[in-house]
């Protein structure tokens, strides 16, 4: 037969004999011997208040002196200990998602009883599958008030980026980050959306649902930061169709990758190497070639031997890292390779000749003498601790510069001398490679350059703060028309604009007498100038901290994967996103 379902009146009549009785209020289970509200929901809790002391005592009638709460007191009492339960549980549950430990891990037996010697209240604890359908989505949505908190009323920049999970889902990011004039600003990861396609509509969609959400008007959205990819570019133009003026910003750290992996495509013999040597560490044991190098190279302090770093796609230094180490232990690594007979893993390394060694090697070198600029605008462009857009044009030409004289010839000492080694025969067109590589990355550069949505934004913001122009002798109609293709500058009076940026440029010269252009803080000096050019201080502030890169995104994928695993990925749509917005920050 089906159970009858459990009410107020039910728990009431089978507890008459201890005395309880249904308030008068309707819907509360009340013990008129305690004056105390109870749960008539939970049959455990009744029957461990009937077998408390201070029950049987006031049953037979040896109440103490104390006064009785009156009903009312007694009422208000409940709904506070409900609340403090209520509190205690959303608690327990925000510091398991913030510390990224899974909600069931509380239904472990050997969990529940620690808990219930150690924490008091902690019965209240429901089980797991209670957790997720209705507590996790509440801490979601209370990370979503304290985000829309922190943005209040400040101009916004939005990061947004896709990628593939395992389940070959695509997942959209939306980051916000506010406008700010100091390096404390959050970015906090809005939304994560998953798309049935990675298309320009369902993105452009999900960025205006996300505005929607959080209550951002359209006129407080500056920029949008995206990668290169054409449907993001499409996607930014239908968001401008709701939103005022908005800039468009391609990530430069990608666009830095992509010329970065030109040299992976163009030195073929190179990167072959490299992931032949990748894949034959996978199925070598490390110590056994620390082990080599020990004997060969007679080191006693084993830990000062360097291992193979291995390249991983996703991370864009990591290949020129790979080859730089290359560039120093080729030879060591295939004599090592070559003495493990019966490997199936190291039968390139027994086949490959001594003069193709040394045609990787000068590859190598190559690589590794040209690759810092490279991997150090990278880097830089990594970095969210301080700003980077006024910089990034006069990086991007140093490259430039160096690229072309790559491209002439014009190789490093060592280079030169390591290609001197090869037969004379193979010399030229070893050099003839590697100047086609160079002029391959060159002009991926200029072309990356050229079609900058944000190109006037970032030319003007290194034209105008940038220590190494500040020599540079410009009339005041120049300063005007760099001041109108900057945000937030623009906005400025054009008189009060010109007289705080000569004190700028005074205050640069200054300090450029004594030290290099690295060593000069665009930031301190515009936080010095907010004492006598508020206006244009402030507004310069927050243009050089206007974001170029889109590696806060990058980030909040690798958490992604670190939250939403296998385990998790049956749980609601919703919930993954609450466990990544919280445990982002």
């Known amino acids: 037969m089906p159970k009858h379902p459990v009410t107020c009146g039910s728990r009431a009549a089978e507890f008459r004999s201890e005395g309880f009785v249904v308030a008068s209020s309707g819907g509360v289970l009340f013990c008129k011997h305690c004056n105390f509200c109870l749960d008539y929901k939970r049959k455990d809790s009744l029957q461990k208040h009937c077998k408390s002391q201070t029950h049987v005592a006031r049953k037979s009638g040896n109440i103490t002196a104390a006064r009785l709460a009156t009903l009312e007191e007694t009422l208000d009492n409940g709904w506070k200990i409900k609340d403090s339960t209520m509190e205690f549980i959303l608690d327990t549950v ?12 509380l239904d472990h037996p050997a969990m529940r009883a620690w808990l219930s010697k150690y924490v008091q209240g902690s019965g209240d ?32 920049f939005l990061l947004c980026d896709e990628t593939t999970d395992k389940n070959e889902s695509c997942v959209f990011n939306v980051l916000i980050r506010p406008s700010t004039i100091a390096d404390d600003a959050n970015t906090h990861l809005a939304a994560s959306v998953v798309l049935d396609a990675a298309n320009s509509a369902d993105c452009a969609t999900a960025i205006l649902d996300t ?18 990819a054409e449907y993001m570019t499409k996607c930014v133009e239908t968001v401008r169709e709701f939103l005022d003026d908005v800039q468009h910003v391609q990530c430069w750290a990608h666009k830095a990758g992509n ?19 990748k894949n034959a560490f996978l199925s070598t044991r490390k110590s056994n070639y620390v082990q080599f190098l020990s004997e060969k190279c007679q080191v006693s302090d084993l830990d000062t031997i360097s291992l193979f770093p291995s390249p991983v796609c996703r991370r864009w230094n990591s290949w020129f890292e790979s080859v730089k180490y290359l560039s120093n232990h080729i030879e060591d690594v295939v004599e090592f390779f070559r003495s493990l007979d019966g490997n199936t893993g190291v039968k390139f390394f027994n086949t490959v000749s ?11 070198v190559y690589v590794s003498d040209i690759c810092p600029p490279l991997m150090d605008l990278i880097t830089f462009l990594e970095g969210s601790s301080y700003p980077t857009i006024h ?28 290609c001197q080694m090869l037969p004379s025969e193979a010399q030229a067109s070893v050099q003839a490679k590697l100047k ?8 991926k550069l200029q072309l990356l350059r050229s079609q900058d949505p944000a190109k006037e934004v970032v030319e003007s913001m290194g034209a105008l703060f940038d220590p190494r122009n500040a020599p540079k002798k410009k009339s005041a109609p120049e300063f005007s028309a760099l001041q109108m293709n900057v945000p937030f500058i623009k906005d400025v009076q054009t008189q009060h ?10 205050a640069i010269r200054e300090q450029l007498k004594g030290e290099d252009c690295v060593a000069v803080d665009v930031q301190s000096i515009l936080n010095e100038l907010k004492l006598s050019h508020r206006e244009y201080a402030c507004a310069a502030l927050r243009a050089i901290w206007m974001p170029c890169s889109n590696a806060a995104s990058e980030r909040s994928f690798s958490k992604c994967s670190l939250v939403v695993t296998d385990r998790r990925r049956k749980s609601m749509a919703a919930n993954a996103e609450s466990l990544t917005m919280v445990t982002f920050e």
């Open 211 to 228: 505005l929607q959400k959080y209550s951002i008007d359209s006129q407080r959205v500056i920029g949008i930061v995206t990668d290169s």
């Open 125 to 156: 604890l429901p089980l797991a599958d209670c957790l997720r359908q209705y507590y996790i989505p509440v801490v979601g949505e209370k990370k979503r008030q304290e985000i829309q908190a922190d943005l209040k009323d400040s101009d916004i």
């Open 259 to 277: 010329i970065g992996s030109v040299f992976e495509d163009e030195l073929d013999e190179l990167n072959t190497t490299v992931v032949k040597v």
């Open 354 to 364: 001594t003069a193709t060694v040394q045609t990787i090697k000068v590859q190598a």
């Open 391 to 418: 910089a990034l044009a006069g990086k991007l030409s140093d490259l430039e510069v160096k690229l072309g004289l790559l491209t002439e010839g014009v190789f490093s000492e060592r280079t030169v001398s390591e």
């Open 436 to 443: 086609t590589a160079a002029k391959s990355a060159l002009e």
């Open 497 to 506: 604009f010109l007289e705080g940026h000569a004190a700028f440029l005074g």
């Open 94 to 105: 925000e510091a398991f998602v913030e510390a990224n430990i899974p909600v069931d891990k």
